[in-house]
Every structure is written in C-alpha cells, then in structure tokens.
C-alpha cells in the first residue's frame, strides 16, 4: 500500500469505498452486539417506522418524524464509540475520561430531547389543532 497524495496509507477509488462499507458494517454489528443502548434504539426506530407507516402522514412531516429517531440513532454510535476509547485508555476514574462521557450522555438526550419535540408537536397538529 503505498500513501496517496494526503500521506495517508490505503486503497483509493471504488476499492476505498467497498472497504469503508464494510468497515461500517462491522461497526454497526459491533454496537449491536455490545451495546443495549442501540439495540433499545434500533428497537425504537423499528416502531417508529411501523407507526409512521400506519399513520400515513405527509411526506414531510413523516421524513422530519423519521429523521429525528435516525438521529437518535446516530448520536447514541458516536457516544458509544467515545466510551469505547475512553474505556480503551484505562479504567481508572478520571475527570476528563468522566466528562467525555457525560458529555456524549447529554448528546444522546438532547437528540432524544428532539425526536420526542419533533413527534409531539406534528402529531399535536395533524389531529388535535
């Protein structure tokens, strides 16, 4: 493998892309398999699509009420990935090991914070306004 022009080591083209695929891929197994928080969110976006096909709401309101959950989704990898490595570095208790935490924590509540905005105020105005 030699570096391309950023000095980075790899493959290039369509190569790169089949392998990022498959690199996320085995990302996403991994925080299946490890992690009770995305399956409890995989779950949630699951019934999300179920509710949202059998309320047949208009295309927007029901792609902002999916895209609110798929956020969810994607915050709570972020912060499982922060916890990975900061588990990674050691499991002594620091200050900042506990802040990176805390701080992806908050990052998956206020996507939550949303999502539930985000429902509660279409459905509000699709059948009580």
Known sequence: MNPDQN?????????????????????????????????QEMTLLLVAIITLVWLSLPVVETVLMLASVVLVLIIELVNSAIEAVVDRVGTERHELSGR??????????????????????????QYLA
């Open 7 to 39: 000095g980075k080591p790899g493959a290039t083209g369509l190569t790169r892309i089949v392998n990022a695929t498959g690199y996320s891929i085995q990302g996403l197994k991994a925080a299946f398999k490890h992690e009770a928080a995305i399956r």
């Open 100 to 125: 990176a935490k805390d701080i992806g924590s908050a990052a998956v509540l206020v996507a939550l914070t949303l999502a539930g905005f985000t429902w509660s105020y279409i459905l509000y105005h």
